[in-house]
């Protein structure tokens, strides 16, 4: 093929002017990262009594880093292509403790081999998100509310399955393998990571597909009026969610190596802050994959760097203080996307003189 | 003589690089019905809303009463006494009748009490002034659409404006109600209110009216007495210049049959036993007023709204159309007259665009093929001479015109075998514009069948073969190509046939 | 009566529910178990009002929550330090106008979409108290405790004052040409500013309200405990909005009043001792909220479907 088709895959929004200033948005956060990096390799590595390195500068953590990021980041890329159709799915992180605990029933109680448990977990997140699909499209329900009642439901049915109490534990070794262990040098799960991430970002910058959802997220009318399946393609990304989903439930199963209602409480928001802080316009229409990862890492590395700061660790609170960042990262980033508009906004008027109203004669 | 109760002296109002206003002066006495009169596009919407201060003027000034204006703002405007009434009906859809005339009527300061005894009392009153037999607890959005003109009718009646503007009220009233109307216009004129109306009906405007001014591109043409002029002398000021255009020449004559219509209709969109036949090479004119129903035949054949009734018949096969890409499949295709929510996606670069409609064809795997891709957008680059920085530049970088190239070309590479174009020229300067009909005209030659969907009567004219005009939701006439621009009028206005 | 088709069948369910329980479980009915029920969804209903207003002008609001627990927090701060609850009161409520005046300024000023910036107020808000208190439990004096009155009579005078501002507001609401600004805006922000409104403002001050009324919510949420913990407020932003969609506040603004919401609300908080006294297991109720709420959408869909036609 020519030598358009090996140029990276942000090269479809990498082009034109105004995609400039996205990949601008791109590029800042990568030196934005690598300044936290470099901020947390001095600031956070030291040497203990032993005379070993210990802290952020370490492999170890580096793979910690990886390791956690996983299921957040697969969320996050779950949450990309529906929010470049101008929509939301609140229900992911609830979805995911779903999936985790039957997962856990289906092999602890229904006594199913692994894979098969995990090939039904996977079909059972592919209905879960076709039950969102079908509210959104065929009733043409507003996704922030469709996926805040499954966000109730998923949770709520996970609940009652476990009875708010029961924890699925003892897997096999081989399954904690994947969340647990190293494979070809990397945290076994980083490696599934890549994989959905390589697919969804072929998905949704080479194929038609992610032309669609684009071109949905930009003028949903537009895209009816050119012959585009709009409703089909909708589904299609909330069923993919569903099943990313499914997917980020196994692999946190297989790294606490139990499965309980909780999983994933609160991941929704930390996904959807990655999506929106790795440049992915709320409106819809814009948004990349590489961001995506981006803004997961930046979250990733702060939290952990934070952990490994001597002043944080004696004051124990490195997840707050994440928390609190990435929050305000949310901020400013959101503020920083409108201000060129607002500021051209307040360039003076032309004919802007004085008011005066005449009164209102009797 | 006393100041008018309104005058704009050389307003100017632009849109992007398109001039809808350029340079008008008009007045308004108090009493009077004073009837601004235009082709389609010829500027009567954007002078209403300046007068409604909906939107700013680039130029100009508005002076009321004598007094000069600086900031023209809607609570400015209903401050002054000024109050339209809508084509469509401006109202709050989910509140009541009553809660609708309290919002505009009584907006003026926040912490007002509403006294719904005595805004039910008074809305009751109004509706019975106007004789219009509405609860006034009626949710808006079951109401009719002339029941809820006839709303928008009673809050301006209650407002106690001084200036009233009614853009085309009648255009959904029935015989009925349109008497109401026209009672309550008297009314208003009886008690120094100055009305500006604004209709296509010139026998209306022959009994209201006294004054009337003519609007064409974006200027007054001239403000007559209505007892100095005669139905003629007005439909030669808004048609005004004979066709002094220059249309491209067929080079070669029709062939078989492509399209053929039998008694086709929808309820939903209000059109009506439509019948007629596109052949190949042809261009088929629709003419007709905004509102005849011409776009809402286009969304029909194109399966956006589905026919109730009737047989569409395509190269000899019959269709059922129910959505955009059967149409497609079939080789119909339809370049929609809103241009930046249909036509063209302003954010994706103009290849996307252009290959928007053929993802199937050009990319089978599904696998997007970029070269393919440019090759295939520098073709219809070229072919139509899209003038742009080049396949990547986003299409709402492009002016009008060129924007329009862009969806032709997104249809033109589906090979249609019948082309929809809905007022293809409608915001396009006038160089462009040449260029468009003429790559119209050589896309018939090469055998394809057009319909095109042209407000601009020396366009619809010049351009078609044949004229099918258009008025209420069905086919009036069909006239030969090349007609007295006077005769389609006519048609069109529903003062002949 | 079709106008109110949707809160009377919010309300008609409400009934079922309630008479089911009456045959099946009177032991629900009984005065003092029912008042402490009440008195713990007082709080909610007072920031459910609020919400109403923020949807019913087709934004949201995901924040309460974490505006709930600071302002909880400080509050009870204030409170162990001695402030007398006469000041307590006003700061708390002070608070939380800040917080939404913040989130209004970003939403209307700057147009940003209001679930992205309360979900970033939200975050930043909760993990920020996080940090500074670690969890740790505010203990209060005794006076604050249903302000030194009885519980009975303290229970008392929080229903009666979250009933009083229910019924003020969905008066004003409907009285006040301000609350008629709100569905104005809600429906067509367009046609309102052509009708004189400023649409702009009006979702400002919306968030401002919204604020100031979780404000006090927290403070109701005080009286009622020894003790003020941290999380108090968490998950309240998806159980208000709840409340709010399922008692027929159309998500798309511009429709719904506050007794739906009320109704609504009384509904989901229903689901939990209607589970416990027909001997289903608690941990049903998170989902039957779901299905609720769900179904409630799905009958608002096919509902507008067919109005459509």
Known sequence: MSTTSQAPAISEAARGDWRALLTRHEMLLLYVLIAEWVFFYIAGTSTNRRGVVVGFGTWDRQFDILRHSCEIGLLALALTPVIITAGIDLSVGSLLGLCAILFGKLWHDGGLPIPVAMGLTLGIGALAGALNAILITALRLPPLIVTLGTYSLFRGLAEAITRGSITYTDFPENFLFIGQERWLGLPTQAWIFISVALAVGILLHRTTFGRAFRTIGLAPEGARYAGLPVERRLALVYVLAGLIAAIAAIIYTARLGQAKADAGTGYELFAITAVVLGGTSIFGGTGTIAGTLLGVAAIAVLKNGLACLPVVMRLNAAEEMSGLLTGALLLVALTASVLPKILSKLRPRRHTTIRTIPPLSP | ?497 | MKRYFRELSVLGALLAVLLGLALLAPAFFSPQPLLTLITREAPTLVVACGMACVIITRQIDISVGSIFSVCSVCAGLLAARGWPLALVLPASVGLGALFGAFNGFLVAVLRLPSIVVTLATMVTLRQGLNLVRQGEFVNLPDHVQWFGLSQTAGQLVLVSTALGLLVAQALAMRHIAAGRYIYAVGTDAETARLAGIRPQLVTLLVFVFIGALTGLGAMMNLAQSPQVQPLTGNGLELKVIAAVVVGGVAISGGRGNLWGAFAGLLLLACVSPALTHLHVEAYWEKAVHGAIILLAVIADGLRSRQSNR
């Open chain 2, 1 to 497: 003589m006393s100041s008018p109760l309104l005058a704009l002296r050389q307003v100017v109002k632009n849109y992007g690089g398109v001039r809808a206003l350029r340079g008008v002066d008009f007045d308004l006495r108090a009493g009077e019905v004073h009837a601004l009169l235009g082709e389609n596009g010829a500027g009567k919407s954007t002078l209403i809303k300046i007068v409604t201060g909906a939107h700013a003027p680039d130029g100009g000034t508005i002076t009321i009463e004598g007094q000069l204006i600086a900031e023209l703002t809607p609570a400015v405007a209903r401050t002054l006494g000024i109050a339209c009434i809508y084509q469509q009906p401006a109202l709050f859809p989910d509140l009541t009748v009553a809660e609708n005339l309290a919002l505009r009527l009584d907006a003026t300061t926040a912490h007002a009490r509403v006294d719904w005894t005595a805004r039910r009392t008074y809305a009751t009153a109004l509706l019975a002034r106007i004789g219009a037999d509405i609860s006034p607890d009626a949710e808006v959005r079951y109401l009719s659409m002339p029941e809820q003109q006839l709303v928008e009718i009673a809050c301006v009646l209650g407002s106690g404006a001084r200036i009233v503007i009614m853009d085309e009220p009648t255009a959904s009233l029935t015989q009925k109600e349109q008497h109401l109307l026209y009672a309550v216009v008297h009314d208003l004129r009886k008690n120094g209110v100055g009305v500006i109306y604004i209709s296509h009906r010139l026998e209306e405007i022959f009994a209201l009216a006294d004054r009337v001014t003519v609007l064409r591109d974006g200027q007054s043409v001239g403000t007559q007495e209505l007892r100095d002029i005669n139905e003629t002398g007005l439909i030669r000021l808004m048609v005004g210049r004979e066709v002094a255009q220059v249309f491209p020449a067929a080079e070669s004559a029709p062939g078989a049959p492509v399209l053929s219509l039998l008694g086709v209709g929808c309820n939903a969109s209000g059109v009506h036993d439509v019948s007629f036949e596109v052949r190949a090479g042809e261009i088929f004119g629709l003419g007709g007023l905004v509102g005849a129903g011409r776009t809402e035949l286009a969304r029909i054949l194109f399966g956006l709204t589905p026919a109730d009734y009737g047989q569409i018949k395509l190269a000899g096969e019959t269709l059922q159309l129910s959505s955009p890409q059967q149409a497609v499949s079939h080789g119909i295709a339809y370049v929609p007259e809103d241009r930046r929510r249909h036509g063209v996606v302003l954010e994706l670069a103009l290849e996307q665009n252009i290959t928007m409609a053929i993802h199937r064809r050009l990319f089978p795997t599904t696998w997007l093929r970029f070269g393919a891709e440019r090759a295939l957008a520098l073709d219809y680059i070229r072919a139509l001479a899209i003038k742009c920085a080049g396949p990547d530049a986003p299409g709402g970088s492009l002016s009008g015109g060129n924007q329009q190239k862009v969806a032709l070309a997104r249809w033109l590479a589906t090979r249609p075998k019948l082309l929809i174009l809905d007022e293809p020229t409608q915001g396009v300067d006038v160089g462009a514009k040449t260029e468009i009909h003429k790559i119209i005209r050589r896309l018939a030659d090469e055998g394809l069948a057009v319909i095109l969907i042209s407000s601009d009567l020396p366009e619809v004219i010049g351009m078609s073969d044949r004229i099918g005009v258009m008025a209420h939701g069905t086919l009036r006439a069909i006239l030969p190509g090349g007609s007295d621009p006077r005769t389609v009028m006519a048609a069109a206005l529903g003062t002949a046939a």
